[in-house]
């Protein structure tokens, strides 16, 4: 029997409902269909780690794929973002009105 920690189990989960879907997920969405009480932050440090295990574990057949968060004032996007994350502010209008970065895990 291998036993494995509560977070790998929930971590998998996460990367299942992204496989299973054919639109993007925002964390909101990840977190409804998870079914977990879980919050933002702790999903984004999953998506983190899932960044990086996806393609090692897919032998570089899949990757988690970002659709970049959008400022709703100016439309300004975010595309040089390194890391699943929702910035807090837009460096173009200053506005804190963001839409969130979606995801899914797609085949390269
Ligand atoms: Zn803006």
Do not use: Q
Request: charge should be positive; include cysteine; proline fraction near 7%.
């Amino acid at each position: 029997m291998e036993l494995k920690p509560a977070y790998s189990t929930l971590r998998e989960r996460i990367m299942k409902v992204l496989e299973d879907s054919h639109s993007f997920l925002t964390v909101d969405e990840i977190k409804v269909l998870v079914g977990e009480e879980l919050s933002n932050s702790e999903i984004y440090e999953h998506l983190r780690h899932i960044t990086k295990s996806i393609r090692r574990s897919s032998g570089g057949k899949k990757a988690l794929l970002m659709k970049p968060p959008t400022c709703r004032k100016c439309s300004y996007v975010f595309k040089d973002l390194s890391k699943p994350r929702k910035p807090s502010k837009c460096p173009r209008c200053r506005s804190e009105w963001i839409e969130p970065p979606a995801f899914k895990i797609a085949g390269v």
